[in-house]
């Protein structure tokens, strides 16, 4: 079946500027997971949704991020006035209560000038 | 607070050869153990994991990991290595007390395979 796809694989913005990130999960899985992945580091956990909710988003590193799940499915990180320091890959993850797994997607490159 | 330490950088092994990639983990209730192998530009895909039950644990392309509580360790394991195998090796935890809750990664450890 289809993975977790997330769009666009890559981002150019510049400085201030806002943008969206998509994650599109695997269907029928409830609860999805942002992380950013700086160049040399792993990732590190940003907010997860179960269902339409965040049930936990103490990794958004400050009020410019956001995160929203209208509809329990697709999720879309925003990120506003951005910085250069935002620039990481941007990966979701979902899981399901059938499976104690995250199956992540491949990526969005965010890259502020 | 839940933790993971991969001590080496890069492992460098000759094709054929056994490969071992080093993990060390520190949570406050049990653990669940996952590796992750990352190639170039891609994102994350899933090797194995520990839940309970057997120490030894079997997952794709020929890779094992062995749980260790009393060394809280779990470390990733092929006996033979294939330059294939050459990328990016996660290892991560999280604590069963948490259902659903979120991955803490270590910094990865690179594996270089040579012919």
């Known amino acids: 079946g289809a993975g977790v796809s997330q769009t666009p694989s890559n981002k150019v913005t510049e400085k201030g500027k806002y943008v969206e990130l998509r994650c599109d999960p695997i269907?029928?899985?409830?609860?999805l997971y942002w992380y950013r992945q700086s160049l040399g580091q792993g990732p590190e956990f940003l907010i997860y949704?179960?269902?339409?909710?965040?049930?936990?988003d103490s990794g958004l590193p400050n009020d410019r991020f956001f995160a929203v799940r209208p509809e329990g499915s697709v999720s879309t990180l925003k990120i506003q006035r951005t910085e250069r320091g935002d620039s990481a890959v941007y990966l979701c993850?979902?899981?399901?209560?059938?499976?104690?797994?995250?199956?992540f997607g491949p990526g969005t490159r965010l890259t502020v000038l | 607070a839940q933790s993971v330490a991969q001590p080496e950088d890069q492992v460098n092994v000759a094709e054929g050869n056994p490969l071992t990639v080093k993990c060390t983990y520190s949570?406050?209730?049990?653990?669940?153990l996952f590796w992750y192998v990352q190639y170039p530009n891609r994102g994350l895909q899933f090797l194995l994991k520990?839940?309970?039950?057997?120490?030894l644990v079997k997952g794709s392309y020929g890779f094992e990991a062995e749980f260790n509580k009393s060394q809280t360790s779990f470390h990733l394991k092929k006996p033979s290595a294939l330059v294939s195998d050459s990328a990016l090796y996660f290892c991560?935890?999280?604590?069963?007390?948490?259902?659903?809750?979120?991955?803490?990664f270590g910094a990865g450890t690179q594996v270089v395979v040579t012919p």
């Open positions: 993850a979902s899981t399901s209560a059938a499976t104690d797994t995250q199956y």
């Open positions: 269907s029928g899985h409830t609860a």
């Open positions: 949704f179960q269902g339409t909710g965040a049930a936990d």
């Open positions: 949570v406050s209730g049990n653990p669940y």
């Open positions: 520990y839940i309970t039950g057997d120490n």
């Open positions: 991560a935890v999280r604590d069963d007390t948490d259902s659903w809750g979120k991955l803490q």
